[in-house]
């Protein structure tokens, strides 16, 4: 019985989605629009709310919850943020290693070892260098409640590059223990490698950029990632032909990885990211100079991996999280993308074999940057703002 309601409940979504996202195409971004009173009513029918938890953060990028139930959040011009009992710690957490705040990059991810109740690591990506010379970094640190001591740098991009853009940088664990990290193509700069010039990171396999990478935890290869075996692949490769994923999630029924990746002028993406795999950028691709012209006349090519959803108009993609929890029974199993261009978090409906039956817009009105489950079952919300917002997904009072 409990199971037919759930599918009732999905099917009356599916419905309500199709008026929402229809409604994103006409408008994205006017508070105005019917968007917002699309939105609204998504919130009505499912019987939630939202509720700010706080404010004053300033471009908060990334959290994690912490045994005790505080929470870490990352601020990327390069704090790193505590909070107790829904208040802000005032004085942010020492060692923390200088970053590169300009543009895209700063202070991103931080992700909490499997184990770190035993071992305390904390491990955080960020931008590192020069406007003119820059690279996204990983360290490992340990948390003391207080401050991070012990930081090293276990993980880098080899080869530098110019500008703010493009650093990737979300962390996923798997059930292994081994962890995947997302490196954006740096805005695909021609690097050279011996005597060639390389034009195309995102497709070069000796390069770092435009891929995920699978680590252990204390940065080294696993000896089973995909390409290590070969004399012509940086041995860290994991999956290749990304241009910039800001979204990573773990579905641990299927076993499967999902990501959500930028394109340029729309064309962004939603992937099953898999070991060994080509996911097209920039041969392949539904996005569009930011100019008007075409990037290639190819939307897909045998070798290389078709998306699972297309957005055009973008919605500029961030954190992505899978639904596990039991608060929302409805949406369970479902993903949630945010939205910085759409300032929405996206439902996203999934079948049992990763397809997707259909999307609706939960309207935030501000730049989505992260979007997590927490330890609750609620779903949490990072706004990218000079006065950035903490904001919870809850189920409606009984009566209201």
Known sequence: MKAKISRLIKRAGSAIALLAIASCTVAQNSPNSPTTAAAENVAAAFGFQKTTVLSGLEHPWSMAWLPDGAMLITERPGRLRIVRNGTLVPTPISGVPPVLAVGQGGLMDVSLHPRFAENRFVYLTYSHGTIDANRT???????????????????????????????????????????????????????????????????????????????????????????????????????????????????PASNRVWSTEHGSRGGDELNIPAAGKNYGWPVVTHSREYTGGEISNLRSQPGMVDPKLVWTPAIAPSGLTFYTGSRFAQWKGDLFAGGLVSRDVRRIDLDDKGNVLSQQSINIGQRVRDVRTGPDGLLYILTDESNGQLIRLEPRPAGS
């Open 137 to 251: 970094r990983i360290a490992r640190a340990t948390f003391d409640g207080k401050a991070l001591r012990d930081l090293r740098v276990i993980f880098e991009v080899t080869q530098p590059k110019q500008g703010g853009q493009h650093f990737g940088s979300r962390i996923l664990w798997l059930p292994d223990n081994t962890m995947l990290v997302a490196i954006g193509d740096g805005g695909n700069p021609p690097l050279r490698l011996g005597s060639e010039l390389i034009r195309t990171q995102a497709q070069n396999l000796r390069s770092r950029l435009g891929k995920i990478v699978r680590l252990a935890d204390d940065g080294s290869i696993p000896r089973n990632n995909p390409f290590v075996a070969s004399a012509n692949a940086d041995p860290a490769v994991w999956s290749y032909g990304h241009r910039n994923i800001q979204g990573l999630a773990f579905d």
